[in-house]
Structure formats: structure tokens, C-alpha cells
């Protein structure tokens, strides 16, 4: 299907449309050899070789992320000042991701991204009448009635506002929290709807944004919107058109600020010790445990006695038979401390050993087999 060149590229994730029209002008695209330096060409991307700067174009996965974005962080991809950015959030998806609308500097909450410019377009197309929802403070005490106007909609500079949803949610001393629903996007509605009717907003948060919600995301955190999140936007505004090769997951992990500064914040709780089922193969072979406690002498070896068979008592290690242990029926020796051991060097049966100095000496039977040099009866 041919679509317009700089749709292709903006698609590819080259860079925005409008820059990609830029590209164009400049001369640096290339469609099948030929430099093309006018707006308005069709190509196909799929017969049509499409190069920018010399590389050929490759299309990207369709990405749909759903970011909490925090307070005091731009919406844009960069920033002159300096400032965070949303994309410092979402850099570890592979992928060149740009926000679906905005939110104010000071304004934390839902914020969709993605890759794909039909899912934008249709999403911040006036006609489109995405819903969002927004939890806001106000300076003062507000009635159900004093939320006529904003039902009814505020005249601001630009004009009218459609009416929205509104309703009071609880009272903190002298301040309320409301919650309000949009159908338009006007640049910062909300602010100044409560300017204009006399109710300063302290405090905002957008909670839902074409019925995907920021609940379980704390600030910084994202996640890839699922299959029935996609169903249910296509459904409602015509978009996405394909769903199947998207990346999409119930989560995607945590990424806050301090991610992109080389901090990583675990969302992760702390797991309960692993039982049969989820441990390794070891452990799932593992014979279970006995009643009683066993030292580690007792644990059955190839030639472990069969069921019933009365098992020995536990034994220490300093009790284990060696190799060259008597069979059965054969007397056991008393067990000896390591003290008593005889060293390899060990005189043989029948030498005493001396306790005062360590040396050998022959007993008085040994003494009498000697030879010659046995004392006889009569030498003194």
C-alpha cells in the first residue's frame, strides 16, 4: 500500500513527521536510487527501497506504553533547559518513542506513548472525543452547584469549553478535590477553567486517558498497554489498525528518573520462600522430609535400609564408619577420642609409649625376645 514518504519515515521512527519532511527537502532521502526533494510522493514500503542518509529504512514493532509520568518532568522528547524529559523514562524499549498529547510541567499522571503516528493522530484529533479524566485540589470550600459552570462549560480566551464531567470527591479544610472529565485538549483546560471561575487549581493529576488508567504505576514507572486495552481503543476510535506483532505485555517493568541516571528502583516484593512447585528440579526431587529432625549422617545413601527396617540413631561425624569398617557380626571397637588415634608412624603392638617424653618403649616380654642384649638374671 503506498502512503505518503514522510508518513513512511515517521513511521520507521527516523524522526518526527515534520522533521522527516525536512529530511526530504535536504535531499537526504533516497526512494529505489533516486533523490527525491519534494513533499507529497507515495511509495510503498514494502516494494519500494527507501533510504535515509544511505541506510535503508526497516520498519518498526508497533510500541503501546502507558507511563505515569511524574510532576516537574516535560512531555517532550528534548529539552533546552535542560529539564527531564518523558523520553529519559522509556529509553530501554528499543524503540523511538513520543508522547500521545501532554501534560503540563507541574502535571503528574497518565500519559500514552508510542511509535506509531495513525494511533496519535486519531487519539488528539478534536472530532475524536477521547475521554480524560483528572483529580485535581482547588482553593476553597465547593459546593455540587458551584460546579454548574464547568458542567456547562467556561468561557476562556479561545472560547467556550465543551461541558464536563464533575464532580466533588471530599473536602480537606478549606481546599476540595474534584474530579473532572474532559473531552477536549485545550492547552493546560483544566488551570484555567479554575482561574476563570474563581477556584485556583492547587493540585493536578490525570488519572485516565482513553480508558486506560494509571493504577498500579507509581511515578516513572511504565507498562506495555495490553490486548484488551488495544481492543478496546480500537473499538471506540478506529485505532490501532493491527494489533498482532505489537509489543505488549501486562507489565514491562519499573523505570523511574534515577533509571536513566544509573539508578534502578525495584517495585518487586519481597517473594515467600519457594515450595516444591516453584523451586529447581533439584529441589523438586528432593526426598521430603522425616517426622523427626536427622543430622546429616542419616540421610539414606545407595545402601540404605528398605521400609522396615528400623533406622539407625543419629550418629556425629566423628562416628562414621571408614571404608575399611568390620562387616556385621564383627565387634565394634569403643569409640576414641582424636587424641587416641595412632598416627601413621605409630609404633607397632606391644610398645608402650612413654607419657613424659614421647619416645618408645619396649615392655618387659618384648625385652626378653631381644636377643643378646637382654639383661640376664644375674646382671645388675
Known amino acids: 500500500?503506498?502512503?505518503?514518504?514522510?508518513?513512511?519515515?515517521?513511521?520507521?521512527?527516523?524522526?518526527?513527521?515534520?522533521?522527516?519532511?525536512?529530511?526530504?527537502?535536504?535531499?537526504?532521502?533516497?526512494?529505489?536510487?533516486?533523490v527525491v526533494t519534494e513533499l507529497g510522493l507515495k511509495a510503498d514500503r514494502q516494494k519500494d527501497r527507501i533510504e535515509v542518509d544511505g541506510k535503508r529504512l526497516v520498519s518498526e514493532v508497533p510500541v503501546y506504553l502507558a507511563l505515569h509520568k511524574p510532576r516537574n518532568v516535560v512531555s517532550t522528547l528534548r529539552d533546552p533547559e535542560g529539564r527531564p524529559t518523558v523520553a529519559d523514562y522509556v529509553r530501554g524499549t528499543g524503540a523511538r518513542l513520543y508522547p500521545v498529547g501532554r501534560l503540563d510541567f507541574a502535571t503528574s499522571g497518565i500519559l500514552l506513548m508510542t511509535n506509531d503516528g495513525d494511533f496519535a493522530n486519531a487519539l488528539l484529533h478534536p472530532r475524536g472525543g477521547v475521554p480524560k479524566t483528572y483529580v485535581l485540589k482547588v482553593q476553597g470550600v465547593m459546593s455540587d452547584d458551584d460546579l454548574t459552570p464547568w458542567r456547562e462549560g467556561i468561557r476562556l480566551e479561545d472560547g467556550v469549553t465543551l461541558p464536563a464531567e464533575a464532580r466533588v470527591l471530599r473536602h480537606e479544610g478549606d481546599k476540595t478535590w474534584l474530579e473532572v472529565t474532559l473531552r477536549e485538549g485545550r492547552n493546560q483546560q483544566i488551570r484555567r477553567m479554575g482561574e476563570a471561575s474563581g477556584w485556583p487549581v492547587m493540585r493536578l493529576a490525570r488519572t485516565t486517558f482513553a480508558g486506560v488508567t494509571s493504577e498500579g504505576l507509581r511515578p516513572g514507572e511504565w507498562r506495555a498497554l495490553t490486548v484488551d486495552e488495544l481492543l478496546h481503543i480500537r473499538e471506540a476510535f478506529g485505532v490501532p489498525k493491527r494489533i498482532r506483532g505489537a509489543m505488549m505485555g501486562a507489565s514491562s517493568g519499573p523505570v523511574d528518573h534515577r533509571r536513566a541516571a544509573g539508578t534502578v528502583r525495584s517495585s518487586a516484593k519481597a517473594s515467600p520462600r519457594p515450595g516444591p512447585e516453584s523451586a529447581g528440579p533439584s529441589a523438586r526431587n528432593r526426598a521430603p522430609a522425616p517426622s523427626r529432625a536427622r543430622t546429616r549422617t542419616d540421610v539414606e545413601g545407595p545402601g540404605a535400609p528398605g521400609p522396615g527396617t528400623a533406622q539407625p540413631r543419629a550418629r556425629s561425624r566423628a562416628n562414621i564408619a571408614p571404608a575399611n569398617a568390620p562387616g556385621p557380626g564383627t565387634a565394634q571397637p569403643r569409640a576414641r577420642s582424636r587424641a587416641n588415634i595412632a598416627p601413621a608412624n605409630a609404633p607397632g603392638p606391644g610398645t608402650a609409649r612413654s607419657a613424659r617424653n614421647g619416645r618408645s618403649e619396649t615392655t618387659p616380654r618384648a625385652a626378653e625376645t631381644r636377643g643378646p642384649r637382654a639383661r640376664g638374671p644375674g646382671r645388675r
Open 1 to 34: 500500500m503506498e502512503e505518503r514518504l514522510q508518513k513512511i519515515i515517521a513511521r520507521a521512527g527516523v524522526a518526527s513527521r515534520r522533521a522527516s519532511e525536512e529530511l526530504i527537502l535536504a535531499g537526504r532521502v533516497r526512494v529505489n536510487g533516486r
